[in-house]
């Protein structure tokens, strides 16, 4: 049972243009949401994280939308670069001392 | 700030051998979580230490066990390894809790022949 979900394996922008890339969870008990971003032959680094009392958190080029009464988050990257490229992991917990879930993951490739 | 460090970063085992992998986390952080990544399933969460004790635990078979060092530093074991266990293990520390921003390591590419 996937509790969080990427549907699109993959996605393909150009430079410059708008990147979305969205997840989708089950549990209506996770109240904090993050994305993280993975290059190859690294590990996955922290890219924004958002609170189930915001709707909206915006950190320069990346915002995430929460939107809670359909279960869906969803990253935009604007405008979009070349070293976007990567694999976006969409993560999710509940309060307190419990585990990240994380969906299996998008890559995405911005073409120049 | 030296970040998350795993050792080795690349290992080759053979079915039924066993394996032990090293995490070191950043200094200060007390949370200490291990993940798999495989291809068709994303990141899958094994299990999470805290202070010595295993706080938290994932979906997975008791051949995989950690623990973690009084200095945080923790460490997994697969025994009876399976050709299935092939996959990259992700080593990830944290302040306290796991909502607070997981610092990943590199990895561990663990190959079963």
């Known amino acids: 049972d996937q509790q969080v979900k990427q549907n699109s394996p993959s996605l393909s922008v150009q430079e410059g243009r708008i990147s979305i890339l969205n997840c989708d969870y089950t549990n209506s008990m996770f109240d904090y949401f993050l994305w993280y971003k993975k290059y190859p032959a690294e590990g996955p680094t922290f890219l924004i994280s958002i609170s189930s009392i915001k709707d909206k958190n915006e950190d320069g080029r990346f915002t995430v939308f929460l939107n809670k009464s359909a279960k869906h988050l969803s990253l935009h990257i604007v405008p979009s670069q070349p070293g976007d490229s990567a694999v976006y992991f969409c993560?999710?917990?509940?309060?307190?001392?419990?585990?990240?879930?994380f969906g299996k993951g998008t890559m995405l490739l911005v073409s120049p | 700030k030296a970040g998350v460090t795993q050792t080795p970063r690349y290992l080759i085992k053979t079915r039924g051998q066993q394996v032990t992998l090293s995490c070191s986390p950043i200094s200060g952080h007390r949370s200490v979580s291990w993940y798999q990544q495989t291809p068709g399933q994303g990141l899958q969460f094994l299990f999470e230490y805290f202070s010595e004790t295993q706080r938290n635990k994932g979906n997975f078979p008791g051949r995989f066990s950690g623990r973690q060092f009084s200095n945080s530093r923790s460490e997994m074991n697969v025994s009876t390894l399976e050709l299935g266990d092939s996959a990259l293990y992700l080593c990830a520390s944290s302040w306290n809790r796991v909502q607070d921003t997981q610092y990943f390591g590199p990895g561990t590419r663990l190959t079963v022949l």
């Open positions: 993560a999710a917990s509940d309060s307190g001392y419990s585990t990240l879930t």
